[in-house]
């Protein structure tokens, strides 16, 4: 097992303290980083005691430990998972070699690249969620929300470590650049676009927990395959914490559309918003607008980088060492779905430049178990409408599909029928403006707004009306 040293001033499992350098160097960054905490992350709530979960040690048992912590006394630090003895790089080029416990030289640029790129989105959503702890629908809810906000900063604290550590100079400016860029800024904005876009109520934090942090998921998950060993490690700790905020987004929506269905069935109607709630064609929207803006974040279908990645070492596939063939792919082939005339039809390509479009199938898979629970809801409730994942063509701005105009169906469509359709397949802002009424603090323990069911239990064993944060 590896315990985690908690006396040190950075709680860690890498022997901080025989690293003088680098702990000056990351002691450094500290204050700066609760600068940017208290500028930029949850607003209000600083100082109430939030019933949270803290890394103590990185084995499956013992890691979380559960009590009441004020947000910027969080131990963040840094913490890797176990090394595996005599670890070898899985695929590309070297695979079979040892994998490597310092960075080869050659691959230096692309692996900062990779690193400051997953680093920027941790801090990006705090910044996106910062507004939403004073609209909470619940104390359950509130604290979930701060779990996830401070598990992101110490995603940031994790990619920071690898660039301070690894990277000298440069390394470290680029993690001074990781407080410095802004989600939505128009001057310095974060790296990718849907980091970028607002999340201005409960429904779109919902669905961007369910969607967005799934797509961190996928792209920790073969950032876990590295050569790079300690990127490695750092990633197979992050995805524990990962699995926690795709709960909360799966069983967010889930809520609300319990929600929805019983409003349908008490009052015998379909107008669920007369009676307070969110209705399913709008959780469809939602969904259409997430989704997309999620697909987008895996890159375009054909990529050399993503090529050039897997071929050096660097980021792997989904489940790599799971699967059975060469692990080098140089005369392989993968399905792409392109366009072929008006219709979508799937195109046998070169593997290793469509290894974006391979993870982006991954996550497809995955999103869509997600939906299907959705809709045992719905029929549990016996109400005949079904929740689907749009096409993946559907409203993307990256990649092959970028400035298509396609329905969620999967045809194309002139620009007029995508101006006269748009209401009924994206967000409105009669939506926004609908959601955004809804959005009334409930903070009494046990106590949930209108538009959501609560939780089937509660959080590590408490009862759902336990005092999740304390208020008063
Ligand atoms: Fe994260
Ligand atoms: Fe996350």
Known sequence: MAGIDYISKIPNNVDLTSNRRLQRALEDWQPKF???????????????ETYLRTATSVDAQGWAQFGYVKMPDYRWGIFLADPEPDRRIAFGDYKGQ????????????????????????????????????????????????????????????????????????????????????????????????????RTPDWLAYFMFTFFTDRDGKYQLASLAESGFDPLSRTCRFMLTEEAHHMFVGETGVGRVVQRACE????????????????????????LNFHYSVSLDLFGSEVSTNAANFYTAGLKGRFEETKKDDDHQLKSATYPVIALNGDAFAKRDEPALPSLNERLRDDYVVDCDRGVQR????????????ELTL???????????????????????????????????????????AYVASLMKPVVEPGKFAGWIAPPARGINGQPVDFEYVRLG
């Open 374 to 385: 959705w809709n045992q809801v719905i029929k549990r409730h016996g109400i005949d409408v």
């Open 34 to 48: 609760l600068e940017w905490w208290q500028d930029m992350g949850p607003d209000g709530f600083q100082a109430r």
């Open 98 to 197: 040892p994998a490597w416990q310092d960075i080869p030289g050659e691959h230096r640029g692309a692996l900062r690249r990779l690193i400051v790129t997953q680093g920027d989105t941790e801090p990006a959503s705090v910044e996106q969620q910062r507004h939403l702890g004073r609209t909470c629908p619940s104390l359950y809810d509130l604290r979930n929300l701060f779990q996830v906000n401070v598990e992101e900063g110490r995603h940031l604290w994790a990619m920071v470590y690898l660039l301070q550590a690894y990277f000298g100079r440069d390394g470290r400016e680029e993690a001074e650049q990781l407080l410095q860029r802004r989600s939505g800024d128009r001057d310095k904005p974060r790296i990718l676009g849907a980091f970028n876009e």
């Open 390 to 432: 749009p096409h993946r063509a559907f409203h993307r701005a990256i990649g092959a599909f970028a400035g298509l105009r396609v329905s969620p169906d999967g045809r194309v469509v002139s620009q007029a029928d995508w101006e006269a359709r748009r209401a009924e397949w994206l967000p409105t802002p009669e939506d926004e």
């Open 263 to 286: 409003i349908m069935r008490e009052h015998k109607t379909d107008d669920v918003r007369k009676h307070g709630g969110i209705d399913l064609p709008m959780l469809q929207r939602y």
